[in-house]
């Protein structure tokens, strides 16, 4: 959507057109446009995401992974359900 929204300010739509047709808010294609000026199209990337740190460890979050990808591919069915107590121990 970004590359988009910078595709059709160097086409001549207006940033608040761009914002319109694209339902989202003007700050943001303007935020768009701005960084593809500065950075080229390494500037539309996502940044980081700042937040708290996992508590699990790396070791527990492959494991936590390969649980789903397991548990997902399984031919039973069935839903994987989270809740406070987990019948899971990692």
Known sequence: MRLLA????????????????????????????????NNGVAGLNNKPIKGRPAKLTSQQL????????????????GRLMGGRYCSVYL
């Open 62 to 77: 492959n494991t936590l992974s390969d649980y789903v990808k397991q548990s997902a591919s399984s031919s039973e069915g």
């Open 6 to 37: 910078v595709s059709l300010f160097f086409e001549g739509e207006s940033r608040t057109n761009i914002a319109k047709r694209l339902n989202t808010a003007r700050g943001s294609v303007n935020k768009w446009v701005s960084n593809y000026l």
